[in-house]
């Protein structure tokens, strides 16, 4: 906990609208991503120079905020999420900031609209949405990536859940990401590692 109130204070202050959505989804307990995953979404964009992100999961769109504002000019978004009323609210936020013509907000379920996708090369492919499907993802977008494109995860330590031993009173999401960290790291078609960012980030670059 020193460290991580050390490096709180250590980073700069977060944008406003950011900071403002950060809250809004706490406020309203909406799933979003720990701010540390965040930072290191923005810093992978940057270092990429991605033009081509699919995110699976809007919620409120703070994840895919992240991202947009570290997209360069010619960058777009594809943000798969069913809930139209949350993406509303993703919406209003990716207008304040500006990008929302970099954005398209796709409400669909994930697996009906990924059979469909047309996009390839793929720079960066962001998966936070139904944990119990997140094998189906996996195997769904990796083609969809270009040769060393990355596919980044989050929740696989699952508040450490998934680390625990396996117990009779496991709910059906930890079985899920149990099973899912063994495929992630061991696919054929991937370089692949998960590391202790946040609540856990898997992150692996298409290497065949």
């Not at 809007?58 to 993406?87: C, E, F, N, V």
């Amino acid at each position: 906990m020193r460290d991580l109130a050390y490096l709180t204070r250590l980073h700069r202050e977060l944008p406003p609208l950011l900071l403002e959505l950060e809250q809004h989804g706490t406020r309203e307990g909406i799933p979003i991503v720990d701010r540390a995953t965040g930072r290191f979404l923005s810093v992978l964009v940057h270092a990429m120079q991605a033009n081509r992100i699919l995110e699976i999961g809007t919620a409120y769109g703070y994840s895919t905020l992240w991202m947009a504002l570290a997209l360069p000019p010619a960058g777009r978004i594809w943000t798969i999420d069913p809930d139209i009323r949350r993406t509303e609210v993703a919406a209003s936020y990716f207008a304040r900031a500006g990008v929302e013509e970099q954005i398209a907000i796709i409400n669909q379920q994930a697996l009906e609209m990924l059979d469909t996708f047309q996009q390839r090369n793929l720079d960066i492919v962001f998966i936070d949405a139904v944990k119990t499907e997140y094998e189906d993802y996996l195997e769904m977008v990796v083609p969809m990536l270009k040769r060393s494109g990355i596919v980044v995860v989050d929740n696989l330590l699952w508040s450490g859940r998934t680390a625990a031993a396996p117990g009779r009173e496991d709910d059906e999401e930890t079985k899920a990401l149990r099973a899912f960290n063994k495929t992630f790291l061991n696919h054929p078609q991937l370089d692949a590692t998960i590391v202790p960012i946040g609540d856990g980030i898997g992150i692996g670059a298409r290497v065949d």
